[in-house]
């Protein structure tokens, strides 16, 4: 020991509070917030009749087409999370009694279809493989099959945020059309919307749901839907939607206030256009390229720790695993132990596993507010919480295998 190191007493040495000062929330959503949108909020509340909020209003209207990759849909935006964007795809699409096909691959697809049965549309699920994104030949199996064309719509999510699986749109778009189908295709864009590549009009969708919380870097309460032509086709005799729910009262114009079926959402508005602003200012594609080397930096210290009774990646094909966030089991490691002591020693909160995933599994949410830094932040606090409880681990550094992988594909000199 050096000789002028200062000399810490036992008893302080032995309670070292690590966790104090900035603590970081890496779950997958809410996302860390960044300053400049959380001052957003701290604005006076203006004339919502008139002014400076109608002019924010319409730069969002302007701007938000672009996230979902879209110049053809018409938008809107839901005082909610994202279930509420959910039940207004559906009331606006679907009757009672319609038919519709849930193709899962984790949790969030399967919810989706538990709030449409709840509406009264019956719902027929089709479950991936565990570890794997849905199969685009289920899909065409399916609807192939269904020669009386009684299937209304398709749900899937993008990425799934409990098994972090990304599904591939454009495949199962294409599945659709080769079994000659009508079905609508709904997508679940909340966990990707800023974070991976998403093209609504390329890939042919109907129907996107998003919300504000996750890669678009703002706090709940604004969700979004986005309705292509035969989504709009579709709503002329839907029989589930409610006055407020609406598409019809919602596309009137002829006020400010109709937008939102009533008080605008002020300061969330505002917020939102930070957030955005700040997308715009990296570029979108330059935002879907910095979260995919991340996420690839996070698979790569997972493969690194990996060990017999260990961490494992989730999802075993790399071509299905999504860039904002990744789903770790955890093997013989108790999970809820390792949480608890990333949280209360480090500093760091890491996201829970959902459902079938609970106690076997842990999330890292890296979306939206993230940078190199950040990352390798949490998965310094990851590899010392692991290296504290005593867990196996692989014969190198996770933390060195994702500085290798982000030093790979970092911009600079």
Not at 334 to 344: G, I, S
Not at 348 to 368: D, K, N
């Amino acid at each position: 020991m050096s000789e002028d190191r200062p000399v810490i007493p036992d008893d302080i040495r032995s309670a070292v509070r690590l966790a104090n000062g900035p603590q970081f929330v890496a779950i997958p959503g809410p996302s860390m917030v960044p300053p400049q949108v959380l001052a957003a909020f701290s604005r006076p509340i203006p004339d919502i009749y008139e002014g400076e909020l109608i002019e924010v209003s319409d730069e969002l209207w302007s701007t938000l087409p672009a996230i979902a990759g879209t110049t053809d849909a018409a938008q809107f935006v839901t005082i909610s999370n994202g279930h509420g964007a959910w039940e207004m795809a559906l009331a606006n699409t679907l009757s009672p009694g319609d038919h519709v096909l849930v193709a899962n691959c984790g949790v969030f697809a399967a919810g989706w279809g538990e709030l449409a049965a709840e509406l009264g549309v019956l719902v027929e699920l089709i479950d991936a493989a565990p570890g794997r994104a849905v199969d685009p030949a289920d899909v065409y199996a399916r609807l192939h099959g269904d020669t009386e064309h009684e299937i209304k719509a398709v749900l899937v999510v993008h990425v799934d945020t409990a098994s972090s699986a990304r599904n591939d749109l454009a495949a199962i778009r294409r599945a659709i059309d080769e079994a000659d189908h009508p079905a609508l295709l709904m997508v679940d864009a909340i966990a990707s919307l800023g974070c991976e590549e998403y093209r609504m009009d390329e890939w042919r969708i109907d129907v996107t749901v998003g919300a504000c919380q996750k890669g678009l870097m703002t706090p709940p309460g604004l969700a979004f839907v986005w309705a292509g032509p035969r989504a709009l086709e579709a709503h002329r005799t839907a029989r589930l939607r409610s006055w407020y729910w609406s598409w019809t009262s919602r596309l009137d114009q002829s006020a400010h206030y109709l937008r939102y079926a009533g008080t605008p959402p002020v300061s969330h508005l505002y917020a939102l256009r930070e957030a955005l602003s700040m997308i715009e200012a990296e570029g979108l594609e330059h935002a879907w390229a910095r979260h995919a080397a991340i996420g690839g930096a996070v698979r790569a210290a997972v493969e690194a720790w990996s060990a017999p009774g260990g961490l494992s990646l989730n999802v075993t094909t790399p071509g299905e695993r999504a860039n904002s966030v990744t789903t770790i089991r955890t093997g013989d490691v108790d999970a809820e132990l390792l949480r608890r002591t990333c949280r209360e020693s480090f500093g760091v909160t890491l996201g829970v596993g959902l459902r079938t995933f609970a106690g076997e599994a842990f999330r890292i949410g890296h979306m939206g507010y993230v940078s190199g830094a950040s990352t390798l932040g949490v998965l310094g606090a990851i590899e010392a919480t692991l290296t504290r409880i005593g867990a196996p681990l692989g014969a190198s550094s996770g933390v060195g295998a994702a500085a290798r992988e982000l030093a790979d594909t970092a911009a600079g000199s």
